[in-house]
């Protein structure tokens, strides 16, 4: 009889435990609003952003005739019991050859540092939340996914809209400042098939893809970003411009599904299931497209070119652009222009 009470409670203290794993196990990489509002206290959530001050100023809303509502002109304020994550924060300057290269994947034990820091823990779902108004903006919440990813994280995903589809869809957000409690997050992998060095991209045999994820006049060469030491494209790279990755939901940038970009990949004449190197100018905007090609299609043979066009460049290695007078370097503090 005792032996049959001591497994009776053994049974229901695993069923318990079972229900709590079921109920914080992440849908895929990918949640919606009311996913989250509905787990919202069995994850933890990262929001990741430039702007690190409207994380504690309202959002705005401006009425527009046109659109015959108030729409969201800034992303204020942040999810309850979020983590404040500037964007700024998540890159840094390192020796490579002798070379000073800006916007790397920091050491293991750095960024291990930065998000036990920032109060990461171990053990309880991420989703990664951007501001979500621009794919500049989702794809900030996406560099952070693969760099997780690379240092051994799986159980992640990323908010589809970020904080802009949260508003739309009518939840709430705080402004308060938070505190954040040193956490306990481990790096336990360096995912070395996940990235692609400046040699990597030289050696690649004929099977390796290699896309550029930028625009088309710096694909081309009519301008650069200031921090590119040459116009143009690494030679033989297919172009997939950001901006055809992303679909617009009222004020929310969204994910398209992955039957839309198995077909937006066969239109830009890519393998979707062949070993491919993504890279931009800084290995920011490549993000966007690694993100989708690995975890919405399930490429598994993706990668991401952390040094892209800025150490590419630096070194020296041979581009290609069109024979034009080439306009100024563009993007430069301050500036908003196409292809940034």
């Known amino acids: 009889m005792k032996l049959h009470r001591i497994l009776l409670s053994l049974t229901f203290s695993f069923a318990i435990l079972s229900g709590n794993a079921s109920a914080a196990q992440l849908p895929g990489s990918i949640v919606d609003t009311q996913w989250l509002a509905k787990n919202l206290k069995e994850v933890q959530v990262i929001d990741v952003r430039s702007n690190k001050a409207t994380f504690t100023t309202q959002p705005v809303f401006e009425l527009q005739e046109k659109a015959q509502r108030e729409v969201l002109t800034q992303a204020g304020g942040h999810i ?5 994550l500037p964007y700024k924060s998540i890159r840094g300057e390192r020796q490579v050859d002798g070379q000073k290269v800006k916007y790397l994947l920091p050491e293991k034990d750095d960024f291990e540092q930065l998000m036990q820091s ?5 053990g309880k779902p991420i989703i990664i939340v951007s501001t979500g108004m621009t794919p500049k903006r989702v794809n900030e919440a996406l560099r952070l996914f693969w760099q997780l990813k690379y240092f051994g994280e799986d159980n992640i ?42 040699n990597d991209v030289s050696n690649a045999d004929t099977n390796v893809q290699l896309v550029d994820a930028r625009g088309t006049e710096q694909f081309y060469g009519i301008n650069k970003r200031d921090y590119v030491s040459a116009f143009g494209h690494i030679r033989g790279a297919k172009m997939l411009p950001t901006e055809v990755l992303f679909r617009k939901d009222r004020d929310a940038v969204k994910f398209y599904s992955p039957e839309a970009y198995r077909s937006i990949l066969e239109i830009s004449e890519i393998e979707a299931d062949q070993p491919t190197i993504f890279y931009c100018n800084s290995g920011h905007l ?21 040094g892209s066009m800025h150490q590419w460049t630096l070194q020296n290695r041979p581009v290609k652009t069109v024979m034009l007078e080439p306009l100024p370097a563009t993007c430069k503090s301050g500036m908003s222009k196409p292809g940034c």
């Open 80 to 84: 309850e019991n979020a983590i404040l």
């Open 118 to 122: 920032v109060g990461l823990r171990a």
């Open 157 to 198: 995903a990323v908010l589809d809209g970020g904080l802009a589809a949260w508003l739309n869809d009518g939840h709430e957000v705080v402004t308060t400042e938070g505190s954040a409690t040193p956490g306990d997050w481990k790096a336990t992998a360096t995912r070395s098939e996940l990235i692609a060095t400046p």
């Open 286 to 306: 490549a993000a966007g497209p690694w993100f989708i090609e690995h975890e919405l299609v399930g490429n598994n043979k993706a990668r991401l070119f952390d």
